[in-house]
T-cell receptor, first 112, second 108 residues
Framework: DAGITQSPRHKVTETGTPVTLRCHQT?????MYWYRQDPGHGLRLIHY???????DKGEVSDGYSVSRSKTEDFLLTLESATSSQTSVYFC???????????FGEGSRLTVL | GIQVEQSPPDLILQEGANSTLRCNFS?????LQWFHQNPWGQLINLFY???GTKQNGRLSATTVATERYSLLYISSSQTTDSGVYFC??????????FGSGTRLLVRP
């Protein structure tokens, strides 16, 4: 199994509070991704990283920011959480630009 | 962008039956992957198969890139095969586009 750890795994927060989700990998893969999964929308890419300090937006990036200061860690931040950001968030990694994608176990976020 | 369509949306099988899941895509791709999401929500990579055929135990997959489709075969299905199967495709970018999935229920 790919060594990907997401934290926290479950979080309940209130509208307007900041939230940070962490993804930690032990595979030394260059590429890291944050997806969200919602009923009726499937899996959608939020942000991705192609190296330390190199990040770019995905298809649903509004309201989210990311940072990658080390190869092994990719952080997703919701500056001011909204109820529409209630979702299951998955981190993923790949070795190459078009390589196999491996997912973490997911983080369930509820924004009240 | 690339469109991905999976069929059927839902499938119910009796244990031991075989099935074929289909993924159609609208443009040339250089990345195609199949995933299984189990009932506990874990996403497992099954195949990386932008072209050709691969087999892994009771599962196999074939991608015909020139005709823009991929097939996932499940033989002798087991209850543990239940879940949602996703196809995801990508072009020259980093971004994979996921289909809406096929929900499979295998009954004992």
């Amino acid at each position: 199994d790919a060594g990907i750890t997401q934290s926290p795994r479950h979080k309940v927060t209130e509208t307007g509070t900041p939230v940070t989700l962490r993804c930690h990998q032990t595979e030394n893969h260059r590429y890291m991704y944050w997806y969200r999964q919602d009923p009726g929308h499937g899996l959608r890419l939020i942000h991705y990283s192609y190296g330390v300090k190199d990040t770019d937006k995905g298809e649903v990036s509004d309201g989210y920011s990311v940072s990658r200061s080390k190869t092994e860690d990719f952080l997703l931040t919701l500056e001011s959480a909204t109820s529409s950001q209630t979702s299951v968030y998955f981190c993923a990694i790949s070795e190459g630009r078009t390589g196999e994608l491996f997912f973490g176990e997911g983080s369930r976020l509820t924004v009240l | 962008g690339i469109q991905v369509e999976q069929s059927p949306p839902d499938l119910i099988l009796q244990e031991g039956a075989n099935s074929t899941l289909r993924c159609n895509f609208s443009d040339s791709v250089n990345n195609l992957q199949w995933f299984h999401q189990n009932p506990w929500g874990q996403l497992i990579n099954l195949f990386y198969i932008p072209s050709g055929t691969k087999q892994n135990g009771r599962l196999s997959a074939t991608t015909v890139a020139t005709e823009r489709y991929s097939l996932l075969y499940i033989s002798s299905s087991q209850t543990t095969d239940s879940g949602v199967y996703f196809c995801a495709v990508g072009d020259s970018s980093y971004k994979l586009i996921f289909g809406s999935g096929t929900r499979l229920l295998v009954r004992p």
